[in-house]
């Protein structure tokens, strides 16, 4: 397997890396008032901004620090998509069903918040 | 797949402990979707810095993301140096990289000890709803000791050796109920806040008169953290601290035992004899899963 040694190109990764780390504590420390009001799907703005650029850094990370860039597509496609698969279904299975409990707590006639 | 049975295998265990970590924070999204209105709010629980006092949300934690992600590099930077067998340079960066994993490490301990230990102090209810007291004047948050009262007790904590030897109790709070709510109902600037998040996606702040109706549902004086309960609110929110934070350490010290390891045969040669140094390659893939971990335990549970 050829590896591309390329020094330079891992500080710009970090370079990277460290800023969507800034804009994320910044973003978090600030809490923008647009970000924070306004709601896709069930959830703030603000919450999705850092859920896609965890997404991003963890795509640095597999593709330039644990050089999945340079592995065979059939290694990278077992890798990547097992758990993608899977743990989409389980967020999706979980997130609804606590949705759901949530509502029934709510709307129910048991106290529970007191 | 045309990689060696090594790295496949290092890739198996990768993808199920993936799954682990998933299923935690998976675990984490639905209590807190279930408990949405209630969750505590990170920024207002992670607020230390050591040697520094006031209140600095998240920057600790920003600066631990970044030490880890320096060491992620420096371990890139290793497998590099590896594959054009310069040993000495692979020594150097190996060495650093075991270093930004002791730094990582130390933090999360001290991170651990400040969570435990606590710093406002807060009552539970009979629901076990968590209370905590705000300073009226300033909006801050008020600790037990700002304002509770001092009432001489006899009450002392009962240990093993002054009863039944297999009966004891669990360390008793500085402050007793009493002693709190005498407290409360003296200072007039103290409010009660409850876990209720506003429509501004703040705590419910009562007016003094709710506070002093609501104290009266107190049951018990919470410090710091344990897996019972919490001061910080829901119980779930420390377990699932230290579970998930545990589980990520307990990850980065083991990787650390490794790096050693795989430092030391470096350094005895062993590679070199062997012509090529792919179990560094190896470590450094299970290191930088470390890395990639932690990413997601920063969002989930620091930021979003």
Known sequence: ?114 | MKASYGKLMMWFFIVSDALTFSGFLAAYGFSRFKFIETWPIADEVFTHVPFFHGNYPMYYVAFMTFILIMSSVTMVLAVDAGHRMMKNKVILYMFLTIIGGLIFVGSQAWEWATFIRGDYGAVETKGGRILQFVNADTGERAALADFAAEIPAERAQHERKSGIWYTSESALPTYSLEEVTEGLMANPNILIRTEQITEEGEKTLLTRTETLEKIKDAQIVVEGANLVRNEYGSRLFADFFFFITGFHGFHVFSGVVINIIIFFNVILGTYERRGHYEMVEKVGLYWHFVDLVWVFVFTFFYLV
Request: charged content about 15%.
């Open chain 1, 1 to 114: 397997m050829k590896f591309s040694s390329n020094t330079r190109k891992i500080w710009g990764v970090l370079l990277f890396l460290s800023i969507v780390t800034a804009i994320e504590v910044g973003l978090g420390i600030t809490k923008p008032a647009v970000l924070t009001g306004n709601y896709l799907l069930g959830m703030k703005l603000l919450n999705w901004i850092f859920i896609v650029l965890t997404l991003v850094k963890a795509y640095y990370i597999a593709w330039d620090f644990m050089h999945l860039r340079d592995e065979k597509s059939s290694l990278r496609r077992a890798v990547v998509w097992t758990p993608i698969f899977l743990v989409s279904y389980l967020i999706f299975i979980l997130l609804f069903e606590a949705d759901y409990i949530y509502n029934v707590w709510k709307d129910g006639f048991v106290k529970w918040n007191f």
